[in-house]
Each structure stands twice: as C-alpha cells, then as structure tokens.
C-alpha cells in the first residue's frame, strides 16, 4: 500500500530510519514540513498546512499517473 507521511523536517531523518527498518520493498514516501508545528502563530502554522496541503495533492497526482 502507498502512503505519505508528512512530517516536519527535524523528523526527516528518523522518519527515513523507520522505513528503512519496516523494508525495502514497499513504497513510502514522506512531506517535509517546517518545524515546529506548537507554539506559533496563527499564520505560521497556517503557512504549515498549506505546505502539506501541497504536498499531498503533489503527492496523490503521481499516484493517479502510475494507477
């Protein structure tokens, strides 16, 4: 099963060692986002949704390309 993670970026890197470790031969792909997402203002973290929107709908037209 495909799937996204969006994560913010600081968690990049252990978000990676997790999929390494659940296996090679499945698909995962993951939406850096800035971080953080507590304790900032209104329009920040509106700015972090946006960025995830974006991501994702990046994210399901690929998908729609290879089904």
Not at 13 to 38: V, Y
Not at 50 to 63: C, M
Request: hydrophobic share 45%; glycine share 8%; net charge negative.
């Amino acid at each position: 099963m495909r799937t996204l993670t969006i994560c913010t970026a600081s968690f990049l890197p252990l978000a990676q060692l997790q999929f390494d470790a659940l296996g090679r031969g499945s698909t995962f792909s993951i939406a850096p986002i800035p971080h953080p997402l507590g304790g900032i203002s209104e329009s920040d973290l509106s700015a972090r949704i946006e960025a995830a929107w974006t991501a994702l709908e990046s994210w399901l037209g690929k998908q729609s390309d290879v089904d």
